[in-house]
């Protein structure tokens, strides 16, 4: 069951407010591990996930089935390695976040097109089944949140008005990299449209839900290579989902409802 952060609905905290700032802000350590190539600089993971890949190379739109790629888009956690990033403004267990998901994690996973060049999902490709992910409030404890990878469902899209999966020029509608796909969405033989249709809005990404490992909030999270093996992961950004407005509202009603009955008691 999620907690249910009172304190910041009747304190009138606004979805604006608690989205501020919805990226990783701060590096605190990084091991690149054995096999992560070039891919090293772990700054890349730093700010909003990557819309369009590959300029001045070979430009494409993010999609499912076109992931970013480029060396300043992308860093690599190789076999035995470790990534270690922070928030400047803690990400909540918030009671209004759809699907009751607080965290976005984008990797460069990607859909495998078995009607290439038409986009039609088969399975899935770059998956990181060796990756460890833990979170924490204070960067002194730490929780494994299991069940969570970062090369995996959903693969990141960056606008969501695209009908080429693999086109070479960006979109003019852009998807919310703060709003989770729907965990019941089956992507399995779905058209792009379809996909995109699915995303409802969303650009993707792997969705945690800190409060089903009994965290309130966090500001930490970090990600290990167990592999021993030159198998190396990538991490593109992570973000903070956004609050529903309409159900942050309702619940802040309520709050301050329960509220004024205290005080007429």
Same mark, same amino acid.
């Given at each position: 069951m999620r907690v249910v952060i009172v304190a910041l609905l009747v304190g009138g905290m606004t979805p604006a407010i608690m989205a501020a700032d919805p990226w990783a802000d701060r590096?605190?350590?990084?091991?690149?591990? $054995? *096999?992560?190539?070039?891919y090293t600089n772990p700054s890349t993971a730093l700010g909003q996930p990557t819309r369009?890949?590959?300029?001045?190379?070979?430009?494409?739109?993010?999609? &499912?089935?076109?992931?970013?790629w480029m060396e300043t888009e992308l860093v690599s956690i190789g076999g035995g390695g470790h990534l270690t990033l922070a928030f400047d403004e803690p990400v909540l267990n918030n009671p209004a976040n759809p699907y009751g998901i607080d965290l976005l994690i984008f990797g460069n996973a990607g859909f495998i097109d078995i009607?290439? &060049?038409? %986009?039609?999902? %088969?399975? #899935?490709?770059?998956?990181? *089944?060796?990756?460890?992910?833990?979170?924490?409030?204070?960067?002194?404890?730490?929780?494994?949140?299991?069940?969570?990878?970062p090369d995996r469902l959903f693969p990141t899209l960056g606008y969501l008005d695209l009908t080429d999966p693999?086109?070479?020029?960006? *979109?003019?509608?852009?998807?919310?990299?703060?709003? &989770?796909?729907d965990p019941a969405f089956d992507p399995m033989g779905k058209t792009f449209a379809q996909i995109i249709a699915g995303y409802k809005g969303s650009g993707g990404g792997a969705g945690v839900d800190? *409060?089903?490992?009994?965290? %309130?909030?966090?500001?930490?999270?970090?990600?290990?290579? $167990?592999?021993?093996? &030159?198998?190396?992961?990538?991490i593109d950004a992570l973000a903070a989902v956004a609050p529903t407005p309409g159900? $942050?509202? #309702?619940?802040?009603m309520f709050a301050g409802a329960g509220l004024r009955r205290r005080r007429c008691l």
């Open positions: 590096v605190i350590s990084y091991n690149p591990g $054995l *096999g992560a190539g070039t369009f890949t590959g300029v001045g190379v070979f430009p494409g739109a993010v999609t &499912p089935f076109n992931p970013a009607d290439y &060049p038409n %986009g039609i999902v %088969g399975g #899935l490709f770059g998956q990181s *089944g060796a990756a460890r992910v833990e979170l924490s409030s204070d960067g002194q404890v730490w929780v494994t949140a299991t069940g969570i990878a693999y086109s070479v020029a960006p *979109g003019n509608v852009l998807s919310d990299f703060t709003r &989770p796909v800190i *409060g089903a490992f009994g965290l %309130g909030s966090v500001s930490f999270v970090r990600f290990t290579n $167990l592999s021993s093996n &030159p198998a190396a992961f990538q159900v $942050l509202a #309702l619940l802040g």
